[in-house]
C-alpha cells in the first residue's frame, strides 16, 4: 500500500478521518459518529473502516477537542494552585468584569481551581525582579504535604512577578516534586512569563487544570496508533495553527485548547493561498454557529485574547476566529417590538429545521432555503429526505402571517436577515482592522457556507467566492495542511529610541535559544527549521501593542519603529510621527517545516456541463429558473452562470443571478459574485 | 409628517439597518480600545454613540460602562446647540461640561456632523475618561472643592476639527490644562478616529440604502425600542413604589446622612421617578445634576431590561422630576466630580423598588464606588520623578432571589469596567501590594447570602510628598440587605504608620493626606446586601462557604446560626453540628429584635470596649458608630434604623 498521511478532526456529531495518498494527493473521508466519552473510539472505528494501515502513515495529525470539551464540561481532574502570600484570589478577582454587562442573573464562572484549592506561601519579588523574600521552604513543604494528603493531580505554581524572576516559582516545583513526583506542575513564569497576574494566572491554571486530561489521552492515543504499526510522532493541532508532538504536550496542554477551531481556519486560508487569494475570509457555517477567520498576505490573523471561558484568559496566540450564532438551524422569530429576528437561538441537529419532520415548528434558515428552493429535498445522497410542506408552513406561520407578507417574500426575508447578521460579523473582523473586503476571497465551507456565502460576499462587496471540492469536511482537510510550530515570547519593556539593536539581538537570542531547543526535542532537523521573529510596540502612554514583523539580524531600531508607524496607519487609520515608541515585548515564532503533499489538479477543459435539471428558485423576489448540477459531474475548466445549484453529499452551492462560476483545477468552484 | 415619514420600512431592512447601527459603534469601542492612551478608557470607562440630526441616540455600544447611558444625546444636542449653523463634513467638537447633561470632567466626548453631500444626517460621539484634565488633585477628583472652579478644566463646546483641519491650538490649550498633555493629544487623536469609523459606516449605509431609507432607518430604532418599553410596562400594574436611600454625610454640615428620595409612578405605559424630599446639594463633590440623575435611572432600570438596546426610544419612556438645587439636580458652579455617589444610591434605589415588580430579577444592594488617587515625587525614578495614580476596586453585589450575589464585581456603575493589576501598578508607582484578596465575612448575610468584596493593603516605597486621597461612601450609609438580609459592613480606609506602627481610621472620604515611604494603608470593599432571613439560609450553603473561607466559623454562628466544627482543616473537614445549630438559631431569633433596637449608647461602648466588632455593630445592632472612635453617630443611626425596621426586621418571622 502507498504512503499515506492520515488527519482526524474530531466534531460534536461527527469525528472526520480524511487520508491523503502521499503519491497522488487523492483525499477521501470516513465520517465517524463522535464517541464524545472516549473520543478515541471513534478515531480508532474511523481508522479501521477506512482500511488504513497505520504502518503506512507517515503523518497522523489529529485536531482535538478533548481540553476544549473538558474545560467547558468541567470534568476536569482535582488541581490545586500554589500562589504568593496575600495573592490567593488573583483568579478570582479577574479583571471584575462581566461579559453581559446588564444582566444581573447572569454571573462569570467561578475559577477552574476552586478557593478551597488555593493556598499561598510566604516569598516575594518586586517589580524590578529583586527577591524580597526567599521561598519559605518549611512551608512550602507543609503546602506540599497538604496537597499530597488532597490527592491532587496537577498544581499551578502562581506567584506574584515572577515574569521579571521565577527563582522562586522553579523552587516551589522542585519541592512539590520531591513530594509528589507525579502530579503535573505548571510555573507561570515557563508557562506565560508576561506582565499582569490574571492574565499569567489564568493562563498556567488552564495548563494545569487541562494537563491530566490531555497528557492521558494523548498518550493513550499514541500508544495505540503505535500498536498499530504507526512509527512516526503522533502530531496534535494547537491553537495558534501549528501541530505539537506529544513531547511537547506534556508541557503545554493548554495550547491544544482551541484546537478544533483553529483547523478550519487553516484550511481556508490554505484553499484561499492555493486559488491565488493571499487575502481570504473563511466562512465556516454549520447548523448552530458560523466560524469567521481571516487571513492576510497569506498569514491567518492572531490574537492572545481569546478564552474557552469568558474571564479566564488563555494568552497563547490563537488563530483568530470570530464565532456567531447564524447556522442552518437558526430560529426566526418576531419580537416584542414587531422587528423580524434570526438566531442566536437554533433548532440544532435534534429536532433540526422544520422540515426535518422532527416536531420543530419554528422556521429555520434552513426551511427558508427549501422554499426558495436553494435546499433540495433530497440530501446526503438520498440518506435525508426534506419536507417541504413543513417548512412552507413554518415559514407562513412564523414569518409571512406576523408580518404580512408574501410566503415567498417572508422566505427571503429570513435569509436575508442571516445574511446581514454573518456580514456584520464579517466586517467586524475586516473593516475594522483595517482591511478593504474588496481585496479578499470568501472560501465558503461548513455544511451550509456555500449556501449563503455569495449573498454574504455580495453584502460585503467580496468579488469573489471559493467554495472547496469537500465543504463538509474542509476542517479535518486543514490538519493535513500544518507545521510544527511553537511560539515563544519574552517581556522587552523599553524606549524605542534608547534601545539598540544589539539589546534586541540579545533578548532574541534567548528566546531563540528556547525555540531551536524546543524543536530539536520534536525531532526537527536544523534544514526544515523556520524563526520568525516580531517585536510588539506602541506610541508611548497606549495600553496595546502592535506586533511588528522583526528582521532575522537588527541593524537598525529606527527600522521597526517606521513599520510599526505604518501599521499604525493601516490598522487605525492615523499615525503620530513625533510622538515616542515604546517596546514591550519580543516574540519568536518557530516552524518545523513539514513536508506538504501536493494536493490532484486535473487538466482544465473549458466545457460547458450539463444540468441534472432546472429547479425553481427564488431570488429577489422572484421564481427564476435555475440549472441544478450534480458536483462530480463537474469537471475542471467548467463554467457556468446563476442562477444555478450544485448539488453534492455534505454540502450545497448557489450561484446567484449574474455570477459565474467556474471550476478551477483542484476543483474548486470559484464564483465571481460582481454584476 | 410626509408619506416618507410615516411609511415603514420593510423587516429586512429595518432588522439590518438596527444591526448594522449597533455593529457601527461597536467598531467605534473596537477602534478606542486598541489606540487610546488613558488607562481608564483601557479599562472600558468609555462609550460610543451614533445621533439622528437632532442629536437622539439612535445606538449605544453593547459593552459600554452603564454610567454614560442617557447622557449621550444630551452633549450631542449641546453642541448642536452651539454649532446648529456652522458644522461642516470634517468638523469634530468636544465636549466634558456636565452642566449640560454630561457626567463629570474627566469624561470627555468628541462629536462628529455625518454629512451625506452637504445634507447632515447625524452625528457620531466618542466618550472617554481622560486619566487627567486638571484642577488641584491629580485625577482631576478633589474631593474639597465645593465649586467646579477648583476641580478641573469645563469644556463647553469646542471645535477639534475644522474641515478636516486639526485645530491644534484649541486642542493644546486643553492639553496644556492637564497633567499628562502628551496622552490627552493621543486620546483626542484616537477618539476622532473612532467617530470616523462610524461615519464610513453611516455613509455605507446611505450608499447601499439611500438617504430617505437610513434616516427612517434612525427614526424607526427609536420607535422600536419605545415600543418594546412600552409594551412591557403596560404589562405591569399600575402602582407607586418609594424608597430612600442616603450618602453618608455632609461635610459641611453636621452629623447626619444626606437623603436621596425616589417614588416610582407606574401608569399605563408611563413612567415617572419623582425626587422630591431629595437633600438640597452639598458641600463636597458628592453632588449629581441632572443628566447624570437621568443616566442613574436610565441605567438602573434597563438592569430589569437586560435585552432590550439603548436609544432615545427608551429616553424618552422615563420622565423625572426632581426640586431645584437638590443633591440629584445641581447646576453650574456647585461641584458634582463625585456624582457617581448619588449616581449609586439612585441606581440601588431603583434595584429595590423593581425587586418588588419583577421578583425574579430581585436584587440587594451593591458595595459601594471606591477610588483611591496617589502623587508625589517617585525616588527610584530620578529621570521622571512626579508619578500618579488612583485605583479602584472590586467588591460583592447583592443576593438575589434564589441566588447567592455575585462576588468580587466591579461597581455597579459601570460593570465593563476591569481593575487593575498589582503588577502593573508597583512597575509604574513606588507602591507594593501586601495583600489583594477576597475579604473574608464581606458578604452580607441573608438566606441568599451578598457576593464578596475584597481587601487590598499597600505600602508606599521609596517616594517624597506623596498625598492620597480616598473617594468612596457607604461608611455609615453601609451596605444594606432586603426581605430580611442583613447589611455588608462599612467602607473605609486606615492607614499604619511605619515609624511609630500606629494605625489610624480614615474613613470613606478625605484628601490630600500626607504620607511617608513604608507607611502602609488597607482598605476592604463592602460585599453585597443579604437577600432573605439569614436564619433561613442552608446550612449546607454555609459549610460550602466556610470551607472556601468566604466566611469564617465564628461568623457563621454569630449571622447564621450554623454551628461548624472544624474536623482537619487542612483536608478541609468540617461538619455541622445540627443540634448546636438549631439552638443557636433558636437564640437568635428570640433576640434579635431586641438587639436592633437597644440603646444605641450602649452599643457604641462595647464597641469602644472591644466587646463587638464593625460587624456586630451594624449586623446585630443596626448602629452606626466613627469606626475609629467608637462615638456614637445619633442621626445616622436613627436613618439606619428606620431603614434597617423597613428591610431587615419587618421580614423575620
Redo the contacts between chains.
Keep these: 500500500m502507498p504512503s499515506t498521511r492520515v488527519a482526524v478532526d474530531v466534531g460534536g456529531t461527527f469525528t472526520d478521518v480524511c487520508i491523503m495518498d502521499e503519491d497522488t494527493g487523492q483525499i477521501r473521508i470516513e465520517k465517524t459518529p463522535s464517541t464524545p466519552d472516549d473520543p478515541m473510539r471513534a478515531i480508532i472505528t474511523g481508522i479501521d473502516d477506512a482500511g488504513v494501515n497505520l504502518a503506512d502513515v507517515t503523518m497522523f495529525s489529529h485536531g482535538t477537542t478533548v481540553a476544549t470539551n473538558a474545560l467547558i464540561t468541567r470534568k476536569l481532574p482535582r488541581t490545586a494552585m500554589v500562589c504568593t502570600e496575600?495573592?490567593?484570589?488573583?483568579v478570582?478577582?479577574?479583571?471584575?468584569?462581566?461579559e453581559?454587562?446588564?444582566?444581573?442573573?447572569?454571573?462569570?464562572a467561578k475559577p477552574y481551581i476552586?478557593?478551597?484549592d488555593r493556598l499561598t506561601v510566604p516569598e516575594r519579588i518586586?517589580?524590578a525582579g529583586k527577591v524580597l523574600a526567599d521561598l519559605d521552604e518549611d512551608e512550602a513543604r507543609r503546602v506540599a504535604g497538604?496537597l499530597k494528603?488532597?490527592g491532587v493531580e496537577a498544581v499551578a505554581v502562581c506567584f506574584?512577578?515572577a515574569?521579571v524572576n521565577g527563582q522562586n516559582e522553579r523552587r516551589m516545583k522542585e519541592i512539590l516534586q520531591e513530594v509528589m513526583p507525579n502530579v503535573h506542575i505548571s510555573i507561570s513564569s515557563q508557562i506565560m512569563p508576561e506582565?499582569?497576574?490574571?492574565?499569567r494566572f489564568s493562563t498556567t491554571m488552564v495548563n494545569a487544570v487541562v494537563s491530566p486530561v490531555v497528557v492521558d489521552y494523548v498518550s493513550r492515543l499514541s500508544d495505540k496508533l503505535r500498536d498499530g504499526g504507526y512509527g512516526r510522532d503522533l502530531l496534535l493541532l494547537h491553537s495558534g495553527g501549528g501541530v505539537m508532538t506529544p513531547a511537547s504536550v506534556k508541557d503545554f496542554a493548554a495550547r491544544l485548547a482551541g484546537s478544533g477551531i483553529a483547523a478550519g481556519a487553516i484550511a481556508s486560508r490554505f484553499i484561499g493561498n492555493l486559488c491565488g487569494y493571499r487575502n481570504s475570509i473563511g466562512f465556516d457555517m454549520g447548523g448552530t454557529s458560523t466560524d469567521v477567520s481571516l487571513a492576510f498576505e497569506g498569514e491567518s490573523t492572531v490574537t492572545k485574547d481569546w478564552f474557552i471561558e469568558f474571564g479566564y484568559p488563555i494568552r497563547f496566540p490563537s488563530i483568530e476566529v470570530l464565532t456567531i450564532g447564524a447556522g442552518g438551524g437558526s430560529l426566526a422569530w418576531r419580537?416584542?417590538?414587531?422587528?423580524?429576528?434570526?438566531g442566536p437561538q437554533s433548532a440544532g441537529a435534534h429536532p433540526g429545521p422544520a422540515c426535518y419532520s422532527n416536531g420543530n415548528e419554528v422556521a429555520t434558515n434552513s426551511d427558508a432555503n427549501v422554499v426558495l428552493g436553494r435546499l433540495g429535498t433530497s440530501l446526503a445522497g438520498g440518506d435525508i429526505t426534506l419536507d417541504p410542506a413543513l417548512a412552507e408552513k413554518a415559514v407562513r406561520e412564523t414569518v409571512a402571517v406576523p408580518?404580512g407578507?408574501e410566503l415567498h417574500e417572508a422566505a427571503?426575508?429570513i435569509i436575508?436577515?442571516a445574511n446581514?447578521?454573518m456580514a456584520?460579523a464579517v466586517?467586524?473582523l475586516s473593516?475594522?482592522r483595517g482591511h478593504d473586503p474588496r481585496d479578499f476571497a470568501l472560501v465558503a465551507f461548513g455544511g451550509a457556507g456555500a449556501l449563503h456565502g455569495a449573498a454574504v460576499a455580495r453584502e460585503l462587496s467580496i468579488p469573489v467566492v471559493i467554495v472547496p471540492p469537500n465543504p463538509g469536511v474542509t476542517s479535518a482537510m486543514g490538519c493535513l495542511l500544518v507545521d510544527i510550530q511553537h511560539d515563544f515570547s519574552d517581556s522587552f519593556?523599553a524606549d524605542a529610541a534608547t534601545t539598540a539593536p544589539e539589546d534586541l539581538e540579545a533578548a532574541f537570542a534567548k528566546i531563540e535559544a528556547e525555540a531551536l531547543e524546543r524543536l530539536r526535542h520534536e525531532d526537527v532537523a536544523p534544514e526544515n527549521t523556520v524563526l520568525q521573529r516580531s517585536v510588539e510596540m506602541m506610541?508611548?502612554?497606549?495600553?496595546?501593542s502592535l506586533a511588528v514583523t522583526a528582521p532575522a539580524r537588527i541593524t537598525s531600531t529606527e527600522d521597526l519603529v517606521a513599520s510599526f508607524h505604518s501599521q499604525?496607519e493601516r490598522?487605525?487609520?492615523?499615525r503620530?510621527e513625533e510622538?515616542p515608541v515604546s517596546i514591550f515585548r519580543v516574540g519568536v515564532k518557530a516552524t518545523g517545516v513539514v513536508p506538504k503533499a501536493e494536493l490532484p489538479s486535473y487538466e482544465v477543459r473549458p466545457q460547458t456541463p450539463e444540468a441534472k435539471g432546472p429547479r425553481e428558485v427564488w431570488f429577489g423576489g422572484a421564481p427564476l429558473t435555475a440549472s441544478v448540477y450534480e458536483r462530480s459531474d463537474l469537471g475542471a475548466g467548467a463554467a457556468f452562470t446563476g442562477p444555478a445549484i450544485v448539488e453534492q453529499l455534505d454540502s450545497t452551492v448557489v450561484v446567484p443571478p449574474g455570477a459565474v462560476a467556474t471550476v478551477d483545477t483542484y476543483l474548486n468552484i470559484v464564483i465571481k459574485v460582481e454584476g | 409628517m410626509d408619506a416618507q415619514e410615516t411609511q415603514d420600512l420593510d423587516p429586512v431592512t429595518f432588522e439590518v439597518l438596527k444591526n448594522s447601527f449597533i455593529t457601527a459603534v461597536d467598531q467605534m469601542a473596537e477602534q478606542m480600545l486598541r489606540t487610546c492612551y488613558s488607562f481608564v478608557i483601557y479599562n472600558r470607562d468609555f462609550s460610543n454613540a451614533l445621533h439622528d440630526a437632532e442629536g437622539n441616540c439612535i445606538a449605544q455600544g453593547n459593552a459600554d460602562i452603564a454610567v454614560h447611558v442617557g447622557t449621550l444625546h444630551y452633549t450631542c444636542k449641546d453642541v448642536i446647540r452651539v454649532f446648529r449653523d456652522d458644522m461642516h463634513p470634517g468638523d469634530v467638537y468636544a465636549i466634558n461640561d456636565p452642566y449640560a447633561g454630561g457626567t463629570h470632567f474627566s469624561d470627555v466626548r468628541l462629536i462628529r456632523p455625518i454629512f451625506d453631500g452637504d445634507v447632515l444626517v447625524g452625528f457620531s460621539q466618542s466618550n472617554g475618561h481622560w486619566s487627567d484634565l486638571g484642577g488641584s488633585v491629580p485625577g482631576s477628583f478633589n474631593v474639597a472643592a465645593h465649586e467646579m472652579f477648583g476641580e478641573a478644566v469645563r469644556i463647553t463646546p469646542v471645535r477639534l476639527f475644522h474641515k478636516g483641519r486639526y485645530c491644534s491650538d484649541v486642542a493644546n490649550m486643553i492639553a496644556a490644562n492637564t497633567r499628562d498633555p502628551g496622552s490627552i493629544i493621543g486620546d483626542i487623536q484616537s477618539q476622532a478616529q473612532a467617530t470616523q469609523v462610524a461615519e464610513r459606516e453611516v455613509l455605507r449605509l446611505i450608499e447601499k440604502y439611500g438617504r430617505d431609507q437610513v434616516l427612517q432607518g434612525m427614526r424607526e430604532v427609536q420607535d422600536y425600542v419605545e415600543r418594546s418599553v412600552r409594551q412591557r410596562i403596560s404589562d405591569l400594574p399600575d402602582g407607586t413604589w418609594a424608597s430612600v436611600d442616603y450618602i453618608d454625610r455632609d461635610p459641611g454640615a453636621g452629623e447626619g446622612m444626606i437623603p436621596i428620595h425616589i417614588r416610582m409612578t407606574i401608569k399605563g405605559d408611563r413612567i415617572t421617578y419623582d425626587f422630591a424630599g431629595s437633600h438640597p446639594t452639598i458641600s463636597s463633590i458628592y453632588n449629581s445634576a441632572d443628566g447624570a440623575t437621568f443616566s442613574a435611572v436610565v441605567a438602573g432600570m434597563k438592569t430589569f431590561f437586560p435585552d432590550l438596546p439603548l436609544n432615545s426610544g427608551f429616553y424618552r419612556m422615563v420622565e423625572i422630576d426632581a426640586p431645584a438645587d437638590s443633591v440629584v439636580s445641581a447646576k453650574w458652579p456647585v461641584a458634582v466630580t463625585g456624582f457617581l455617589m448619588p449616581f449609586e444610591k439612585i441606581m440601588n434605589t431603583i434595584f429595590e423598588m423593581w425587586s418588588v415588580i419583577v421578583p425574579e430579577r430581585a436584587i440587594a444592594c451593591a458595595f459601594n464606588l471606591e477610588y483611591l488617587l496617589a502623587g508625589g515625587n517617585d525616588l527610584r525614578k530620578p529621570e521622571k520623578p512626579i508619578y500618579m495614580f488612583y485605583e479602584w476596586l472590586p467588591g460583592g453585589w447583592g443576593g438575589r432571589n434564589g441566588k447567592d450575589g455575585s462576588d468580587v464585581t466591579t461597581a455597579c456603575f459601570g460593570t465593563g469596567l476591569m481593575s487593575q493589576p498589582s503588577e502593573g501598578n508597583e512597575r509604574v508607582n513606588p507602591t507594593r501590594a501586601d495583600e489583594f484578596q477576597i475579604m473574608r465575612d464581606s458578604p452580607g448575610p441573608g438566606k441568599w447570602r451578598g457576593g464578596a468584596g475584597v481587601i487590598k493593603a499597600s505600602t508606599l516605597l521609596e517616594a517624597d510628598n506623596t498625598v492620597i486621597s480616598y473617594i468612596c461612601d457607604r461608611e455609615r450609609a453601609v451596605v444594606w440587605g432586603v426581605e430580611g438580609g442583613l447589611p455588608s459592613m462599612p467602607h473605609g480606609l486606615e492607614i499604619e504608620h511605619s515609624e511609630t506602627g500606629e494605625k489610624m481610621w480614615l474613613g470613606s472620604v478625605f484628601s490630600n493626606y500626607r504620607i511617608k515611604s513604608g507607611d502602609r494603608f488597607t482598605r476592604p470593599t463592602a460585599g453585597g446586601g443579604g437577600y432573605g432571613d439569614p436564619l433561613e439560609r442552608d446550612p449546607a450553603h454555609v459549610l460550602e462557604d466556610v470551607i472556601d473561607d468566604y466566611v469564617s466559623v465564628e461568623r457563621a454562628e454569630k449571622d447564621y446560626g450554623v454551628v461548624i466544627r472544624v474536623i482537619d482543616a487542612d483536608m478541609l473537614d468540617y461538619e455541622v453540628d445540627s443540634a448546636a445549630t438549631e439552638a443557636a438559631r433558636s437564640e437568635i431569633r428570640a433576640n434579635r429584635v431586641g438587639w436592633a433596637r437597644m440603646d444605641p449608647s450602649a452599643v457604641s461602648q462595647m464597641y469602644k470596649d472591644g466587646e463587638i466588632n464593625e460587624l456586630d455593630a451594624v449586623r446585630r445592632y443596626a448602629v452606626i458608630l466613627d469606626w475609629g472612635t467608637g462615638e456614637l453617630m445619633e442621626r445616622s443611626t436613627a436613618q439606619f434604623r428606620e431603614t434597617f425596621e423597613r428591610r431587615s426586621i419587618a421580614h423575620w418571622s
Design positions: 496575600g495573592f490567593r484570589d488573583v478570582e478577582i479577574r479583571r471584575s468584569n462581566k453581559d454587562l446588564w444582566d444581573t442573573y447572569k454571573d462569570v476552586p478557593r478551597r518586586d517589580a497538604i494528603r488532597r506574584i512577578n515574569y506582565i499582569f497576574e490574571h492574565e419580537d416584542e417590538g414587531g422587528s423580524l429576528r434570526n408580518f407578507m427571503e426575508a436575508d436577515v446581514a447578521n456584520n466586517r467586524l473593516i475594522s519593556m506610541y508611548m502612554g497606549q495600553w496595546r499604525h490598522e487605525y487609520n492615523f503620530r510622538a
